[in-house]
């Protein structure tokens, strides 16, 4: 059975338009640690919780395919992968087909 906890003002029904007093609405939030299963919490934000700041300018992901049909075996190191700041751009395909694309990333910047 689940417990509730009330803290400030709540709508009295759930998944409703909740306003503030200057007639705005509250973001509405479900909260929880294991996606839609499990103790979750409702919670109301002022601002959107997922806005977005800014929108960079868009680069191409695809891998590029450097060696067609190649049946020769590689020793993978990992750990020696080009460290990047950027978590998107640091990313590098290492082995691909139809199915899979596995990457490596070494970012530096861990924010």
């Given at each position: 059975?689940?417990?509730?906890?009330?803290?400030?003002?709540?709508?009295?029904?759930?998944?409703?338009?909740?306003?503030?007093?200057?007639?705005?609405?509250?973001?509405?939030?479900?909260?929880?640690?294991?996606g839609?299963?499990?103790?979750?919490?409702?919670?109301?934000?002022l601002?959107?919780?997922?806005?977005?700041?800014?929108?960079?300018?868009?680069?191409?992901?695809?891998?590029?395919?450097?060696?067609d049909?190649?049946?020769?075996?590689?020793?993978?190191?990992?750990?020696?992968?080009?460290?990047?700041?950027?978590h998107?751009?640091?990313?590098?395909?290492?082995?691909?087909?139809?199915?899979?694309?596995?990457?490596?990333?070494?970012?530096?910047?861990?924010?």
């Open positions: 059975m689940p417990r509730y906890h009330k803290l400030g003002k709540m709508p009295h029904k759930r998944h409703t338009t909740f306003r503030k007093e200057d007639g705005n609405i509250h973001y509405e939030e479900l909260f929880g640690t294991i839609f299963d499990g103790m979750s919490s409702l919670l109301y934000h601002h959107r919780p997922t806005q977005v700041k800014n929108i960079a300018e868009a680069y191409s992901i695809a891998p590029e395919i450097a060696v049909k190649n049946l020769k075996s590689y020793m993978l190191k990992g750990f020696e992968a080009p460290k990047v700041a950027d998107l751009k640091s990313r590098i395909s290492i082995m691909l087909n139809n199915d899979l694309n596995i990457l490596l990333s070494a970012p530096t910047n861990l924010e």
